[in-house]
DNA sequence: CATATCATGTAACCGGTTACATGATTCC
DNA sequence: GGAATCATGTAACCGGTTACATGATATG
């Protein structure tokens, strides 16, 4: 499951340029699957020697031409042997996490605007989520991508209530720690 | 915040042998912050290397002599400062939610099976921690750990609770849409 | 008798990330 | 005037992963 998987997997979407897949991967994929964009362009040329996909190059004016692939029979068949062969793999790492099991030593406002900035980040993300579900867009989506959306909000919605809920007491306690310790290395000293 | 950083943390518990370091990130670090064992060997001499730990060999017989590895104050200041510098960044890599994006092209049973062991894996982490949450050891954690453990346990049951009620009706839905496209193929053919 | 645990490491590979390069158009 | 969008790519680096190597003791 890598680069050119993904790749794949944005063509079964229909045809599209390097630079869309790039869009698509980064606004919807970079939540649960991200890679870098750079990696796009050669994974696709790669895709179109295996023949994969095949491109049309479109003619451009003041810009590189417009390359639109498509996913070949081959292809859809490469994915569906990626995604059988896939052990599902969920795999979290998160800078954040280690920083609260390290809380006191890292500075408490650090602490506070990282956990707030992911709380924002998780509320955008359920407003878009809940817009898009109750759009007319969701009629057209796959039971796998209505099951995405639906667990997305489920699991968006704890960590967000999680954090808003708690980041001032741990802050607060975080502080009174530091202050108890400080004033015993006082007595000591 | 790399393999060296997560070798520093762990000693910030107290002194540690390499094999010490590995267990711990492996059990309770692997769920936030997967490293590859291999590499903590290389990096733990790199940081004695830099003065950030000290290490002391002790003979064994039939095995490989223990070093065990101890924080120095700039090691402790180095985590920190790792931690000040680090944008606290929480990233997924998920190939079963990419799996369940193209539910329709992998085969039914094996998402049932990827998600079902996800949710056995999540009730057995949810167990532990509340085992935890419940034993004496929790008085001794700093309020970072507490929180830690917080956090996991409303995502990972929000989560679970998720998996364990729309399983069923994904893997019918994803039948239903197959034998549909089935029918009309066959109409067509 | 086989597997797990303890205990450390090396070497090579490969893929992802970073930085760079180009350049017209449109929006604020 | 500056930033963002459209649109493609290359080159080098670096770090993480995989596979391998050794071998005694305890546990089932």
Redesign the interface.
Known sequence: ?DTKD?CL?VL?LGDASGYDIRKQLEQT?A????ISSSGIYPALKQLALQGLVTSTTIPQQGKPNKIVYSLTDGG?RA??LA??E??????????????????????PE?LKS?LL??AAELEGYTAATKAWRDSDAVDQA????R??A??AL??M???S???RS?VD??ID??EQ?KSAIASSDAKKG
């Open positions: 499951m993904l997997g079964t994929f939540h649960f699957m991200e859809r994915l569906g995604l059988a896939s052990d599902g793999r969920h795999k979290v790492q998160s800078e954040m996490l280690v920083m609260m099991f390290y809380a006191g030593l890292a500075p650090k990282v900035a992911r796959t039971p796998g991508q099951f995405l639906g667990y489920a699991v919605e704890a960590e209530k999680f954090l708690h007491d741990l306690e975080v720690d």
